[in-house]
């Protein structure tokens, strides 16, 4: 028997995408055909995603796309360029670049992550680059578990544990703002990347294949999660502490649950100081509605203020004709998230369902009226300033 007779043929990868299969239990109706399409999709999506980090190399990192409005999955938060790369904790790299003007740019170290070649793991260390020296917009600093006794520069302490590194930068004013560029190169490993054998190759073809199964558990989880705690038409706090979230983060989300001719109103108070804060929905099964088309978000530059200070949303499957509408893209439930990032305090968003006819007897009497037009106008804006951010 030859090496090739023993390594993973076509057929023996697809059995192991196959077991995914399973994870469509975890859908609200398993038989629901469009559901089952759609989660379909999903597992396509997955593959798809997954491959961009299969190979991703410690020695040689490289921040590569994790999600994006395209590979959409796990509430992808459309302000945000997302990035990925498998790193070594017990190494020393350089993180060069430009800083940009994006709202933040932070970066999380995981011990595992949502790499293919990644077991889930918690945070173990977030960096800020605004804590860092700038230089004429750029920074430059130098991340190893210890600090060389003879350098003087800026410095970042990793966890020894952290085999991945996680990026988001945030952007307010879509397509108007600089998202920067950022570089990552390993100092300490060899010159020249080794060419992997048919062995190893079919390692990570194998993880790849395996991981379509465990992403697709982990995104359908999420709203499994939230039916069976019953957070429907209710918000449950979360900071996220230790899986991504930082110092003065809150989370609101659950699951909105509608009858034709009703719409949800999120009525909140907004925190005194407050770096970034954001709205958004998504689809039953995690994927964030098309924001690109539809404006299924909105930021702090995108929302408007009612006269009294309070930011009131109005999350329909049609138009009401208000400026913070949050489009469904047609459905009648999905999850949605509020959150406030670098936060003096989380206000607790308030949650009613009323009819939309009646929209205008809940909200302030000087809510402006947006015309079908001014609709247009804004989701053309909205399309083009999507387009023109450096998505992958």
């Known amino acids: 028997m030859t090496l090739s007779d023993q390594l993973p043929g076509w057929a023996d990868y697809l059995a192991i995408v196959a077991k995914a299969e399973s994870a469509l239990e975890r859908l609200a109706d398993p038989a629901d055909p469009l559901l089952l399409q759609q989660a379909q999709k999903l597992l396509f999506a997955v593959l798809a995603t997954g491959y961009q980090s299969a190979f991703s190399d410690p020695d040689f990192p490289d921040f590569v796309p994790a999600v994006s409005s395209v590979l959409n999955t796990v509430g992808a938060n459309p302000d945000f360029v997302y990035g990925y790369t498998r790193i070594d904790g017990k190494g020393s790299y350089r993180l060069s670049g430009r800083r940009g003007t994006s709202a933040f740019i932070y970066i999380d170290f995981v011990a595992g992550g949502l790499g293919v070649m990644d077991d889930l793991g918690p945070s173990v260390g977030m960096l800020d680059i605004d804590t ?24 970042f302490a990793v966890d020894p544990r ?14 108007e703002e600089d998202d920067g560029a950022i570089a990552i190169v ?31 558990n982990f995104a359908l ?63 039953a099964l995690w994927n964030t509605v098309d924001w690109i088309n539809r ?39 999905g999850s949605l998230m509020l959150r406030w990032t670098g936060a003096s305090s989380g206000p607790v968003p308030a949650v009613s369902i009323v009819p939309i006819a009646e929209i205008r007897t809940h909200l302030p009497a000087d809510t402006p009226k947006v015309s079908t037009e001014q609709r247009r106008v804004a989701l053309q804006q909205r399309r083009r300033g999507a387009q023109l951010r450096r998505r992958w």
């Open 221 to 283: 989880g999420y709203s499994q999660r939230h039916r069976a705690q019953d957070y429907v038409n209710k918000l449950e706090h979360d900071d996220w502490a230790g899986r991504g979230g930082v110092a003065g983060q809150h989370y609101y989300q659950g699951i909105f649950r509608l009858k034709a001719g009703e719409a949800m109103i999120i009525d909140t108070a907004l925190p005194e100081q407050v770096l970034y804060w954001n709205i958004q929905v998504n689809d």
């Open 295 to 333: 404006q299924s978000s909105l930021n702090a530059k995108q929302a408007a203020l009612d006269s009294d200070g309070r930011f009131r949303a109005v999350i329909a499957p049609s138009d009401p004709g208000v400026p913070n509408w949050i489009d469904t893209g047609g459905l009648l439930e």
């Open 186 to 216: 390993r100092l300490d490993g060899p010159t020249l990347p080794t060419p992997k054998d048919a062995a190893a190759i079919a390692h990570h073809l194998q993880r790849l294949a395996g991981f379509v199964e465990r992403y697709a």
């Open 132 to 155: 860092f020296t700038l230089t004429n917009g750029q920074f430059d600093i130098l991340l190893s578990a210890e600090r060389p006794a003879d350098y003087s520069g800026d410095w």
């Open 162 to 175: 952290a085999t991945s590194a996680a990026i988001r930068r945030a952007s307010y004013n879509w397509g």
